[in-house]
């Protein structure tokens, strides 16, 4: 287990921009959660928790009242009630509540990795649109489902590099280009992570490398992610791939950014205290984005918004 939790830290850091990285950030929650669930009522005692962890060892349980989530109990809490001689005691005594630390079945699994890198928790309670627990999440579920999506990626990726087609292949000619263009909603952390999985996917079709189409992806993502979580009514993202070169551009009628130069500082972010708590908002967004283009043009103006163009550069024998 020490192995998985130095794998979930390193997918955490924003530099690590490997396959397993790429890959963590296209799998959804939904893939990898635990879906058989056991649960408790508040007004059981500890004993009775103390004896569906021991059955089913488990080490964390969500607590549900009515069918809702208000709380999640663990193992460490169990050990709580035990040096306090209270096993009598209904678990609501012991168990977490108020605003809880969760993850969406819908949410890219890169957001929950950094939730879990941010909180330091053990386990996340799954929900799905309407509210309602749909499963539990640990740090082992995400290394277990990695593993066995790997194999799968392995073998993807032998047959991509032994197709013979040459980048943009379907792009004869200098001045055609294909545009693809998305909507952003902000605060749709759900859906966190669709605009720039479906260029990647449209560069891959039509021959991109590997390398390229990952590059572009991870800076797209941020990118997408920075309307999420900045602006009030999200923006859009555009990408114009030509054979020469690709342009994508993220655009909003925002807030706008007060200090550009300071905002490409590493670690530097605007986000509010409760995006923080969700995992989101480290600061390196716009650091990873300079990563990975070949320029990073950033024009904003406070109350007016935000234009962000990414260029790529194809190489020459790629073209």
């Known amino acids: 287990m020490k192995s998985g ?28 959660m635990t879906t058989t669930l056991f649960t408790i009522s508040p007004d059981a005692s500890m ?21 809702t989530l208000i709380g999640i109990v663990s193992l460490e809490d169990l050990i709580h009630a035990l040096e306090q ?3 009598a ?19 890219p699994v890169m957001e929950a990795v950094r939730r879990f890198e941010v909180t330091k928790i053990g386990r996340m309670p799954v929900l799905d649109t309407q509210e309602k627990l749909v499963g539990m999440l640990t740090r082992g579920d995400i290394i277990e ?5 790997l194999q799968e990626v392995y073998t993807e990726a032998e047959r991509t590099q032994e197709r013979p087609e040459r980048f943009f292949e379907a792009l004869e000619s200098d001045s055609t280009s294909l545009v693809l263009r998305y909507r952003v909603k902000a605060r749709d952390f759900a859906r966190g992570g669709d605009a720039s999985a479906k260029i990647k996917q449209a560069l891959v079709r039509i021959g991109a490398p590997a390398a390229l189409a990952r590059r572009v992806a991870i800076a797209t993502y941020e990118a997408e992610i920075n309307l999420i979580i900045h602006t009030d009514n999200g923006g859009t993202i ?15 009628q925002g807030p706008g950014i007060p200090d ?46 935000t234009r962000l163009q990414m260029i790529f550069k194809v190489p020459p024998e790629e073209k």
Request: aromatic share 6%; hydrophobic share 45%.
């Open 145 to 149: 489902a990695l593993l066995g999506a």
């Open 89 to 107: 005691s209904p678990v609501r005594d012991f168990m977490t509540s108020g605003r809880l630390i969760v993850a969406h079945a819908s949410e």
């Open 260 to 305: 550009v130069e300071l905002a490409c500082q590493p670690g530097y972010s605007t986000a509010t205290p409760e995006i923080r708590e969700m995992g989101f908002g480290a600061g390196m967004g716009l650091v990873n984005i300079k990563r990975c283009t070949d320029t990073m043009n950033i024009w904003s103006a406070v109350g007016i918004g």
């Open 85 to 87: 001689g209270k096993l």
């Open 5 to 32: 939790f130095a794998l979930l830290t390193f997918l955490g850091k924003e530099g690590a921009f490997s396959k397993v990285h790429e890959l963590v950030r296209e799998m959804r929650v939904s893939r990898v």
């Open 238 to 252: 555009t990408a114009d791939i030509k054979p020469a070169e690709i342009s994508v551009l993220a655009e909003d």
């Open 47 to 67: 004993a009775e928790l103390k004896e569906l962890m021991r059955e089913h060892r488990i080490s964390g349980v969500p607590v549900l009242e009515d069918g």
